[in-house]
């Protein structure tokens, strides 16, 4: 057995009422090019078939291990109790819906250790629920773990990286491995892999669709554990501005309307006040970032767009017009004077 194959690699499946998709994930597990692998089915105290599925597997391949939760304990806490059992010196966790390629472990593992990473994650391809390509998920290097979930779907780490932030944050359900990825950030060093190793399947029975009841209208609920996942992360920094700053990166990351005057007239404070995250992280990423969604913000919301906002960005943040594409630089130019006119014909 060479060193990669001697690795022992452990993959936590959460389940609840699954029974549809559960027997496809199992097998996508236990078909992976890496054989040195325990399978850990944790059974979040199903309704259906689920646990009756996973112990038909059991029974044929002893890598895989059941855990039966005696009540419903939602996703962190199934992951956190998956986790304190592997023995893997690298650990994984996938969905009851979703599939990894045969090599998927095998490169995660292989890229880790010629990065000397300690989290990889890779592309993956979208599915329907009759496994038809609906569409492709690739990570761009542009974008920052700060303002959204660059990792997604697919990744191995070091089960270091578990210890050391603290597990999954059980109070931040359905954005548990956002805040685990970005509270892992500060310490851990994150690798891409560029090829799809996985199947993500889109329907409407999955957390992730039950997030939204339409574009950028997300569930009151949610919309707190975003900020409160921004201000336990930015608590760590202590940072002067702890409340305004979460919530602004809340409001940032889901494109909720922001007060784009205001945020303006305080931007070399709101700079000022995260130069330590700024140090850490790539601060040009960061402040790409921040424009790109300032921009938009003006461009969707009305009560961004008047002339009192566009001589803020003149004044403030001049980048925001002439760093970017010019043809909806103009566009926001044009709304914000046509809105301004508009409004002044109804007075």
């Not at 059992?85 to 095998?106: C, E, L, M, Q, Y």
Request: net charge positive.
């Amino acid at each position: 057995m060479d060193k990669i194959s001697s690795y022992l690699i452990s993959i936590i499946l959460p389940v609840y009422n699954g029974e549809q998709y559960l027997a496809k994930s199992i097998e996508s597990c236990l078909q992976q090019t890496h054989k040195n692998i325990e399978l850990i089915v944790v059974d979040d105290a199903s309704q259906d078939s689920s646990l009756n599925i996973a112990q038909n597997y059991a029974q044929r391949d002893n890598r895989v291990k059941i855990i039966r939760n005696d009540e419903n304990k939602k996703l962190p806490a199934s992951l956190n109790i998956g986790h304190k059992v592997a023995r893997g010196r690298f650990i994984t966790w996938t969905s009851h819906d979703n599939f990894f390629a045969p090599k998927a472990i095998s490169r995660l593992l292989q890229t880790i250790l010629e990065e000397n990473a300690d989290i990889c994650f890779s592309n993956f391809t979208i599915v329907d629920e009759q496994e038809n390509t609906k569409g492709y998920y690739h990570y761009n290097d542009s974008n920052s773990i700060l303002m959204e979930n660059i990792v997604r779907a697919c990744f191995l780490y070091k089960k270091s990286v578990f210890i050391e932030p603290n597990a999954y944050d059980e109070e931040l359900f359905k954005i548990e491995d956002y805040a685990f990825w970005l509270m892992a950030s500060r310490k851990f060093k994150f690798c891409h892999l560029a090829e799809n190793l996985y199947s993500y399947r889109s329907h409407q029975q999955s957390l992730t669709a039950k997030k939204t009841i339409r574009q950028f209208v997300y569930e009151e609920e949610y919309n707190e554990r975003v900020r409160i996942m921004y201000f336990k992360f930015f608590k760590a920094f202590e940072i002067p501005s702890l409340d305004f700053i979460s919530t602004l990166f809340k409001d940032l990351h889901l494109h909720q309307k922001i007060d784009v005057l205001n945020f303006l007239k305080k931007y070399s404070t709101i700079i000022e006040d995260l130069s330590q995250v700024l140090e850490i992280y790539e601060e040009r990423k960061i402040i790409r970032e921040i424009d790109i969604r300032i921009r938009a913000n003006i461009l969707r919301y009305e009560k961004n767009q008047n002339l009192k906002t566009l001589m803020e960005v003149f004044k403030n943040r001049p980048q925001i017009l002439f760093s970017y594409s010019r043809r909806k630089s103009l566009k926001i130019i044009e709304k914000c004077i046509f809105q301004q006119s508009f409004k002044r014909k109804l007075s």
